[in-house]
């Protein structure tokens, strides 16, 4: 948007409403060229392509987008409103801050995607092309497998902590339901990772003695 009213703090801009409804796929720019060089074009353009994980959406150079000159007021109101934007940091132009709407980073969306669909990926696969993936402990643990080494590249694209390491707990398959297992759903699987996202600001406490 290049609405002068999402610069202000205003509560009925298009900011504002988007920040006060909290989607969790929608983010916003703010550009003075937003109407002719379609600065989200260029955004989406150099941070979509790489693997969830290996890039966070600050400090971004948008080409072919000039970028603003903003107060700090200015800067203050749109980060308030969870509001996107283009400024020059040390005459390098970059966007700041890589936010949805609701405050969470869209790194943090691309990467639980990430790993909710290359795990249907993973299971889809290993059900295709396996004449049988028996209801046991032995079955249990070839699905574990799987999702772990969907978590164990997200290690590796650093969209996952190394330490701790990721874990994935399946139950004993006597532990589930009877009825369930008649039907042929497992049920208690589980994984935990920790996420990492792009470092976006550093604070320094230094002291300097004589």
């Given at each position: ?186 049920t208690g699987i589980k994984f935990k990772a920790r996420m990492v996202i792009g470092i976006v600001e550093v604070e320094i406490d230094g002291t300097v003695v004589i």
């Amino acid at each position: 948007t290049s609405s002068a009213a999402a610069k202000t703090n205003g509560t009925t801009d298009i900011a504002a409403q988007l920040n006060a409804l909290a989607y969790d796929r929608v983010g916003l720019l703010w550009s003075a060229v937003a109407d002719t060089s379609y600065p989200e074009c260029a955004w989406v353009g150099d941070r979509l392509p790489p693997v969830a994980g290996t890039a966070q959406w600050s400090y971004a150079t948008l080409q072919g987008v000039l970028p603003d000159n903003l107060t700090d007021d200015e800067i203050a109101n749109l980060e308030n409103k969870k509001c996107n934007y283009y400024i020059v940091i040390a005459n390098v132009p970059v966007t700041k801050k890589g936010w949805l709407v609701n405050g969470s980073f869209i790194e943090e969306t691309m990467i639980v995607d990430w790993t909710k669909s290359r795990i249907q990926e993973r299971i889809f696969f290993r059900m295709v092309n396996s004449l049988k993936l028996p209801s046991d402990n032995p079955g249990l643990a070839v699905i574990q497998s799987d999702i772990y080494s969907v978590l164990q590249e997200g290690v590796r694209n650093t969209a996952f902590a190394s330490n701790p390491a990721p874990s994935v707990y399946v139950p004993d398959i006597l532990d589930i339901d009877p009825n369930l297992r008649a039907q042929g759903i497992v049920t208690g699987i589980k994984f935990k990772a920790r996420m990492v996202i792009g470092i976006v600001e550093v604070e320094i406490d230094g002291t300097v003695v004589i």
